[in-house]
Nanobody
Framework: QVQLVESGGGLVQPGGSLRLSCAAS????????MGWYRQAPGKQRELVAA???????NYADSVKGRFTISRDNAKNTVYLQMNSLKPEDTAVYYC???????????????WGQGTLVTVSS
């Protein structure tokens, strides 16, 4: 069984910063692509940023230049550094990962439980 545990959400003022973390645990052979999605009230879930096992990154246009995704492969952990936060960044942020499990040696997509980020004065 594989789990993603997120941390780092909270309330921040506009212009502030937050860092989200997501650690994958369980019987993991390798973690491939990892990323962050978000879902604001009344809106569909959208990709925020993603990173491959080799470190190639991809960002939504709305966060380019403000957010940075990174990972620690030894810890199967992905981070999202969020700077210059805006009220429109308010959402539940979900971690996503594609892992190869030891039990099956097959690709598995896993989601975290979500962490709330609120940007408000």
């Amino acid at each position: 069984q594989v789990q993603l545990v997120e941390s780092g959400g909270g309330l921040v003022q506009p212009g502030g910063s937050l860092r989200l973390s997501c650690a994958a645990s369980g019987s993991i052979f390798s973690a491939n692509a990892m990323g962050w999605y978000r879902q604001a009230p009344g809106k569909q879930r959208e990709l925020v940023a993603a990173i491959t096992g080799g470190g190639t990154t991809n960002y939504a246009d709305s966060v380019k230049g403000r957010f940075t995704i990174s990972r620690d492969n030894a810890k199967n952990t992905v981070y999202l550094q969020m700077n210059s936060l805006k009220p429109e960044d308010t959402a539940v942020y979900y971690c996503n990962a594609r892992v190869i499990t030891i039990a099956t040696m097959r690709d598995l997509e896993v989601w975290g439980q979500g962490t709330l980020v609120t940007v408000s004065s």
